[in-house]
C-alpha cells in the first residue's frame, strides 16, 4: 500500500524529489498568494496541462485521485452560493484543487525512498537536539504517502456501501475506514520491521 505511484512512467518521474518537492512548496505558496478567480483558472488549466502532459492514462489517475475531494466542494459551494460570495467561494475551491493535484502529481511521481532521503537532509539540523533525523522524515513521507491512499480506500469503502445498499453511506463507514486504516499501518510497520526498522 505504500506504493501509490505512477500507472505510467512520465518525464516526472526521472527528476529528483528535492526539486520536485521545493516546486510543489513554491508553487503552493504561489497558490495561496493569488486572490482572483481568473489567476487561479488559468492556474487550474495550468495544472490539467502539467497531467495532460504525461497522457490520458495518467491525466485519468490524477482525476481518480481528485474524487474525495466532491464532498468538501459540496459543502464550501453550498455555503458560498448561500452567502452570495460566489467569487470568494470560487477562489477557494480552484486554490485547493490546485494544491491537492499538486501535491498528488508530486507523490505518484515519486519513490517513497527518494522522499525520506530528502526529509532526511532537511531534518539532519535537528539532530544535535538528540533527535532522529531518519525516524523524523520516514514519520513525514509516510503521512505524506498515506493521506491520497487513505481518501481512496475511503472512497473505495462508500462505494461498496452504495452497491449493497439504497441509503447514502454516512456514519456507518466509520468502522470499515477505521479498521482499513489499522490494517495498513499494521502492514506499513510489519514492511518496516522486516527491513530493519526506522533506523
Known amino acids: 500500500m505504500l506504493t501509490l505511484t505512477s500507472p505510467v512512467e512520465i518525464w516526472a518521474n526521472r527528476l529528483s524529489a528535492g526539486p520536485k518537492l521545493a516546486?510543489?512548496?513554491?508553487?503552493?505558496?504561489?497558490?495561496?498568494?493569488?486572490?482572483?478567480?481568473?489567476?487561479?483558472?488559468?492556474?487550474?488549466?495550468?495544472?490539467?496541462?502539467?497531467?495532460?502532459?504525461?497522457g490520458w492514462i495518467f491525466a485519468r489517475t490524477g482525476l481518480r485521485l481528485l474524487r474525495p475531494l466532491w464532498p468538501f466542494v459540496l459543502v464550501v459551494a453550498l455555503w458560498h452560493l448561500w452567502t452570495r460570495d460566489v467569487s470568494g467561494g470560487s477562489v477557494i475551491l480552484l486554490r485547493m484543487v490546485c494544491a491537492v493535484a499538486l501535491a498528488n502529481f508530486v507523490t505518484v511521481t515519486t519513490r517513497l525512498s527518494d522522499m525520506i532521503e530528502v526529509f532526511q537532509w532537511i531534518a539532519r539540523p535537528l539532530q544535535a537536539l538528540?533527535?532522529?533525523p531518519r525516524r523524523l522524515a520516514m514519520a513525514l513521507a509516510l503521512v505524506i504517502r498515506f493521506i491520497p491512499v487513505m481518501l481512496e480506500r475511503l472512497t473505495?469503502?462508500?462505494?461498496?456501501?452504495?452497491?449493497?445498499?439504497?441509503?447514502?453511506?454516512?456514519?456507518?463507514?466509520?468502522?470499515?475506514?477505521?479498521?482499513?486504516?489499522?490494517?495498513d499501518a499494521e502492514r506499513a510497520a510489519e514492511a518496516l520491521r522486516a527491513r530493519g526498522g526506522a533506523g
Open 23 to 54: 516546486a510543489l512548496a513554491l508553487t503552493t505558496m504561489g497558490l495561496f498568494a493569488l486572490a482572483s478567480p481568473q489567476a487561479l483558472a488559468l492556474s487550474a488549466f495550468g495544472v490539467a496541462a502539467l497531467y495532460s502532459s504525461g
Open 156 to 183: 473505495q469503502i462508500r462505494e461498496s456501501w452504495r452497491a449493497r445498499s439504497t441509503r447514502a453511506p454516512r456514519w456507518q463507514v466509520l468502522v470499515p475506514a477505521t479498521l482499513a486504516a489499522l490494517d
Open 130 to 132: 538528540g533527535l532522529s
